[in-house]
């Protein structure tokens, strides 16, 4: 029976193999065609009203590119079909942006467009027509077949009397016409029309220009636009388009005008040193000579922007002989460009005139032809006195574009410099502050040219008593980088500066800065002025001056200053003088020089002499840095005293150097990190067991908190950093977390499960490869480059498997050495107001807002505006961080950043006056895992220029998560009142 069944099931089996498999019919799903869809839709419109409805709604939905082909046909079909402009006109508005599919042939449908703007009779469509031929050529390459075909027929529709078709055709003659298509000659338009017809080429230029005089200023303005495009195209327009420029510039429309002056610009530039000849006289003139004057008779032009437009293209023809230029700055006209001829040639014109003396007077050269006043100078009225104009102008965005023109061209010049010096100082007295204060940076940037004469320097100083901020802090600057020619000069300098502070205390430190540089550069006035600064007498003794007091200090920062360069002055100094320069050297080292005393007490100061130059500093830097290359692995006995020294050498050598402290404090930290993570791995807390290791691993769990937060010091605080500096500070941060994991394994203390835990390392490892890939050849034998080696086996791995072979990675780690990056600047911030230094505390009421003036200083911190963030801490440990607006940093000088704004307190009533704490943080994050998703999708190449956003693996409610302090907090004494009812 048994047997029987399996042979039954046997043959069942044989049958199902030996049968044919049945055929799957397979359904292919295609989307619905956008072409048979608007087929239909515009073959069951009823009316024009209703097919323009479609089109409509058509046009806001997007088009596939197999879909094109087929929906420009139905256009086309429909186009021929309609009769009503208005949908005619919006199916052209439609063929000109299907065009311009990239996978769309559009020279099959070229027949169709020119057949259908030739038998056009609506101007309207055929100009939108004329737009989807001109996206039609750009398709083509230069030289070929359509194109020449397109530009004969847009040469053709030159002569209809719509304007809007004129101009569409002077457009497309711009965008398509080339340099194969140009031919030399000044051929007339009719001629190029003919010589296209017969597929010749032709003098496209010659085409446009000749519509510059077209009776439409609307095509005026297009036939200049035209020729712009051709040059931006690389074709060089022709010298002779110069001259119907120059009539044009005479034109009654105030876009025609415009847009002639740049043409106008362009020529000059193209061709400066040509020479053209001088009407009514046989002299010649450079052709920028003659395009600057002719751009300056539209300084007095009707319309604004023809004169801004005008004023701002002087500033940049640099070119212009000087005589021509300083013309500008005299409204009185010329008269020693006339060319004077010799006696010999006069006699000889005479001799060749065959006309004769009246004989009245001896050498008399009656009778004598008319001369033309206006033909005998080679510059015209208009061009004199054009910067007076423009200064004087009544609408400020004149003045501002002539101030900034006169500064570019004075920049370029000495001699204007000298000459423009009192049209720049008059401005400081306009009424607009943005114009006084762009005259006070003008006259900054020319600072190298000029010297300020008393009369000059009494109206800079009278600025200072403005109640703008912004206009005070940019006289002080302009006086850091100008000379002062007399002693009496410098003298009214300091008085006003020293009013000036008292009547403005807030700009404390920007006078002082302002006293620094001007002892630095007038060393020789200040040796005469000394008995007076100081008040000393060559008999009696003079009292001691307050050396709080901030007018004295800023007397003694100029003096100090100025004897770094006249050692000589040391003897004018009484004895409490030298006391003072002491203190202020410890107290203010930033503005004080570094001096001392020659001979013990004789009074004579010397400069202070630096022990090394750059060179051997970056010598000893990079032998500091050599001592610890043979510490390849951090068990090496003797390791973590060597780099106790070596980081110590670090931050000397910074102190001593300023130009090296970036690079020095950069090693230093990096250092540092090292001997962190070297003393926490040989901790001897590690060989005991876990009940014990638990209670007492407090100083590793502190030493991992301390590198994590220094790799994010040496990857965020420092500007000029390489991709292998920014990866060493990365391979410290996945080094401290793998041992925080690892310290978290072992002792059990986590909010988070272990095997949450490693599954997030190993994630953030992932995309931090991704990241270091490039450089992984700068860290050979670093914990990193192991790590990425084990991640195949960390990732199919338990828990306590990767908890010990990271634990074995972490031992077995090799020491990586970087080179110091010399460039590094490390970013700083101080808070210069409040200072912290008063007593007095701030009343307001509790619940109320209270307004602090904050004035600080950033130094090297990119975009700071976007970075840079206020922290207060009140004295009950909340936290408010302050986002400062765009408007309130300021960029002084390059490299430095001025945060003037205001921070809002307000808290409930205090029961006394208590401190509270302001500082700059610097935020380089708001997310929380180790590296951006851009990091992800993004190719290896460019991982390294995403490091500045990366960010910091701590995970917390805290509001400074993502934050690095600037500087150190400021105390200011706050006291809420409680409200009185």
């Known amino acids: 029976m048994a047997a029987h069944l399996k042979k039954r099931v046997y043959e069942e089996f044989s049958k199902v193999v030996q049968e044919e498999p049945t055929t799957v019919k397979r359904l292919r799903l295609s989307k619905p065609s956008k072409s048979a869809a608007l087929h239909q839709e515009l073959s069951r419109a009823q009316g024009s009203a209703e097919a323009l409805q479609l089109l409509l709604r058509f046009a806001r939905k997007p088009v596939e590119p197999e879909s094109v082909e087929g929906v420009v046909r139905i256009l086309l079909e429909h186009f021929y079909k309609e009769s009503d402009t208005t949908v005619r006109l919006k199916v052209s508005s439609l ?99 003919a010589g296209m017809e017969e597929g010749a080429a032709g003098d496209v230029q010659g085409v446009v220009a000749a519509y510059l005089s077209d009776q439409d200023a609307r095509v005026r303005s297009s036939a200049i636009g035209a020729l712009m495009l051709l040059h931006d195209r690389g074709l060089k327009l022709q010298q002779a388009v110069y001259s119907q420029a120059c009539q044009a510039m005479t034109d009654d429309h105030e876009d025609v005008r415009s847009a002639t002056i740049r043409l106008v610009w362009l ?472 041992l925080r994991l690892v310290l978290q394994a072992r002792s059990g203390k986590s909010e988070e499960p272990l095997p949450a835990r490693c599954e997030r390392f190993l994630q953030e490892v992932e995309d931090l490869h991704r990241c270091l890939e490039p450089q992984l050849g700068a860290l050979p034998g670093g914990f990193a480059e192991r790590l990425f080696e084990s991640m195949p086996f960390l990732s199919t791995s338990k828990p306590n498997d990767i908890i010990r072979t990271l634990g074995s990675l972490l031992r077995q780690a090799h020491f990586i050495p970087l080179e110091p990056p010399m460039e590094a600047k490390r970013a700083s911030a101080e808070i210069i107001e409040p200072s912290g230094e008063s007593d007095n505390p701030l009343k307001f009421t509790a619940g109320l807002v209270l307004g602090l003036d904050l004035d600080a200083s950033i130094h090297h911190v990119s975009e700071p505006h976007l970075r840079v963030r206020v922290q207060v801490v009140y004295p009950d440990g909340q936290s408010q961080i302050i986002h400062p607006r765009a408007a309130d940093f300021r960029n002084p000088s390059p490299g430095l950043h001025r945060l003037v704004t205001q921070v809002y307190l307000s808290h409930s009533a205090w029961t006394e006056p208590c401190e509270i704490e302001i500082s700059l943080l610097l935020n380089y994050s708001t997310a929380n895992s180790i590296s951006p998703p851009s990091c992800a999708s993004s190719p290896a190449a460019n991982c390294t220029e995403s490091f500045e956003s990366l960010s910091l693996p701590f995970v917390g409610s805290d509001p400074t998560e993502g934050s690095l302090p600037l500087c150190a907090p400021t105390r200011v004494l706050v006291a809420p009142k409680p409200p009185r009812r």
């Open 267 to 738: 020529l000059s530039q193209i061709y400066p040193s040509s020479m053209l000849p001088v009407q009514g006289c046989f002299e010649e003139i450079r052709l920028v000579d003659d395009a600057f004057g002719k751009i300056c008779q539209m300084v007095n032009d009707s319309s604004m922007d023809v004169r801004v437009q005008a004023v701002k293209l002087l500033g940049s023809m640099e070119r212009v002989s000087a005589e021509f230029l300083e013309q500008t700055l005299d409204k009185k006209l010329m008269s020693d460009l006339k060319r004077k001829r010799s006696a010999h040639e006069r006699a000889k014109e005479l001799f060749s005139s065959g006309e004769f003396s009246s004989g009245r007077r001896w050498g008399d050269d009656c009778p004598r032809e008319a001369v033309d006043r206006d033909a005998a100078c080679l510059i015209s009225s208009g061009a004199c006195g054009a910067f007076v104009h423009g200064l004087e102008d009544e609408l400020y965005e004149v003045r501002m574009a002539a101030v900034d023109s006169l500064c570019q061209l004075a920049r370029a010049s000495q001699s204007f410099a000298v000459k423009s010096l009192d049209f720049l100082v008059d401005m400081f007295n306009d009424e607009i502050e943005e114009v006084r204060l762009q005259s006070i940076h003008a006259l900054r940037l020319i600072s190298q040219h000029i010297t300020l004469r008393d009369d000059q320097l009494d109206i800079v100083l009278a600025v200072l008593e403005d109640s703008s901020r912004d206009i005070r802090e940019a006289v002080h600057e302009l006086l850091c980088v100008t000379n002062v020619s007399t002693k009496s000069g410098l003298h009214l300098a300091l008085l006003e500066l020293l009013k000036n502070l008292d009547k403005y205390p807030s700009d404390r430190h920007s006078i002082w800065r302002c006293l620094q540089h001007l002892g630095q550069r007038h060393p020789n006035l200040v040796l005469p002025l000394v008995p007076v600064l100081l008040s000393t007498h060559p008999y009696f003794d003079s009292p001691e001056p307050n050396v709080d007091d901030p007018s004295y200090v800023g007397v003694l920062v100029m003096v100090f200053n100025a004897g770094q360069l006249c050692p000589t002055l040391g003897s004018l100094l009484p004895s409490h003088t030298l006391r003072h320069y002491a203190y202020l050297r410890d107290s203010l080292s930033h503005l004080v020089p570094p001096l001392s005393l020659e001979g013990g007490h004789s009074g004579q100061l010397v400069p202070g002499v630096s022990t090394s130059t750059r060179q051997d500093a970056q010598r000893c830097l990079q032998s500091s840095l050599d001592r610890v290359r043979c510490l390849r692995r951090p068990d090496t006995p003797g390791a973590c005293e060597l780099l106790r020294l070596t980081i110590r050498d670090l931050k000397s050598l910074g102190e001593l150097v300023p130009d090296l402290k970036g690079a020095a404090e950069f090693s230093a930290l990096y250092l540092g990190s090292q001997l962190l993570l070297t003393q926490a791995l040989q901790d001897p807390l590690w060989t005991l067991a876990a009940p014990l290791f638990i209670p007492q691993n407090a100083v590793i769990t502190h030493s991992v908190s301390r590198v994590l937060e220094d790799s994010s010091r040496l990857e965020f605080l420092f500007e000029g950093l390489g991709p292998k500096h920014v990866a060493g500070a990365r391979q410290l941060r996945v080094q401290a977390q793998a």
């Open 95 to 193: 063929l000109s942006t299907l065009v311009q599919t990239p996978a769309f042939s559009a020279d099959s449908v070229l027949d169709d467009v020119i057949m259908a703007i030739t038998s056009e009779k609506s101007h309207q469509v055929k100009a939108q027509l004329m737009e989807a031929l001109q996206a039609i050529g750009l398709q083509q390459p230069v030289g070929s077949s359509p194109r020449q075909r397109i530009l004969t027929l847009g040469c053709k529709q030159l002569c209809n009397s719509s304007h809007s078709v004129r101009s569409r055709c002077l457009q497309l003659l711009g965008n398509l016409g080339s340099v194969e298509a140009a031919a030399g000659g000044n051929a007339t338009g009719s001629r190029v029309i």
